[in-house]
């Protein structure tokens, strides 16, 4: 069974910084391409960013308001990956969910809170 | 960035009606050389992560019920789902992956009326 599990999320002041983790088994992760999505409470989806798998280039893109402040990366070896939030907002408000970036098998953790708050 | 934009914003069907839900692109995510439209949908249920339903504006994914399907190409898309059931109550989402950033709509939430 594969299973994708965030961690990390926590009550943080703005301008502060976290960094999320989410953890895969069940699936080869060195082949998968990972992405964050996350959701403000009571708010629609907004996507994040992904990470291709190195034999891809491991490259990165993220979206325009995290741009800069956020950044994606991977460690095969531990099955998992990682969200670096810097410079945090009020806005960054959100639940934060890790998912296999594929349409054949599109597959979703449960997300992880994370809280901008003074 | 591209601007995906749904319609209506939330819709209440009887159980066995028909549902549709529309979403537009600000450009279009048909990419000519494929003649794929880079579009999905999305169901979300309370306190779930969302479900991918649809890709390639038309494919349904693994073990998604035949009533749902999707149509369009271009800018304009269409989720249908024919004969509305209570496990259908979520709210659905259009997602664009022509281009990154990928981008969503605001969401359409249906209900039962």
């Known amino acids: 069974e594969v299973q994708l599990v965030e961690s990390g999320g926590d009550l943080v002041k703005p301008g502060g910084s976290l960094r999320l983790s989410c953890e895969v088994s069940g699936l080869t992760f060195s082949n998968a391409w990972m992405s964050w999505v996350r959701q403000a409470p009571g708010k629609g989806l907004e996507w994040v960013g992904r990470?291709?798998?190195?034999?891809?280039?491991?490259?990165?893109d993220y979206g325009t308001p995290v741009k800069g402040r956020f950044t994606i990366t991977r460690d095969d070896s531990k099955s998992t990956l990682y969200l670096q939030m810097n410079s945090l907002k009020t806005e960054d408000t959100a639940v934060y969910y890790c998912?296999?970036?594929?349409?054949?098998?599109?597959?979703w953790g449960q997300g992880t809170l994370v809280t901008v708050s003074s | 960035d591209i601007v995906m934009t749904q319609s209506p914003d939330s819709l209440a069907v009887s159980l066995g009606e028909r549902a549709t839900i529309n979403c537009k692109s600000s450009?279009?995510?048909?990419?000519?050389?494929?003649?794929?439209?880079?579009l999905a949908w999305y169901q979300q249920k309370p306190g779930q992560p969302p479900k991918l339903l649809i890709y390639w504006a038309s494919t349904r994914g693994p073990g998604v019920p035949d009533r749902f399907s999707g149509s369009g190409s271009g800018t304009d898309f269409t989720l249908t789902i024919s004969s509305l059931q209570a496990e259908d109550v979520a709210v659905y989402y259009c997602?664009?992956?022509?281009?990154?950033?990928?981008?969503f709509g605001q969401g359409t939430k249906l209900q039962i009326k």
């Open positions: 997602q664009q992956y022509y281009t990154t950033p990928f981008t």
């Open positions: 998912n296999t970036d594929s349409l054949v098998r599109n597959l």
């Open positions: 450009q279009s995510v048909l990419y000519s050389s494929s003649n794929e439209n880079y």
């Open positions: 990470i291709k798998s190195k034999t891809d280039g491991g490259t990165t």
